[in-house]
């Protein structure tokens, strides 16, 4: 089984006292050990975060000292999912479902 993530959008500015955004997106595989075969996969882009850089200012604390106060929510609102936990019961659930199939 492999859970990753892949970059879906860049929105980045040249200039460095502008916010840039990264939206990725989760997925997970079940592979044949063997022949690294794809038996299921979930890439439906459902489960998704974001990073947010301004300059060098690279995580939400730090962004904040920058440009202000800015509640966490307003940096990436649809960043709900960027922590493996908060998906984890809805992977385990689904991959579950695709073992009893095999």
Do not use: P
């Not at 299921?40 to 904040?64: I, L």
């Not at 385990?92 to 073992?99: F, K, P, R, S």
């Amino acid at each position: 089984m492999i859970v990753g993530y892949d970059l879906e959008e860049n929105f980045e500015n040249e200039d460095e006292n502008e916010e840039t955004v990264r939206n990725f997106y989760w997925y997970w595989e079940i592979r044949n050990s063997k022949t690294w075969e794809v038996k299921f996969d979930n890439h439906d882009k459902d489960y998704s975060f974001c990073e947010s850089t301004v300059g060098e200012w690279t995580d939400n604390d730090r962004v904040e000292d920058f440009v202000g106060d800015v509640a966490e929510e307003d940096v990436c609102k649809w960043s709900e999912q960027d922590w493996i936990e908060d998906i984890s019961e809805d992977i385990a659930d689904e991959v579950l479902g695709w073992l009893k199939e095999l």
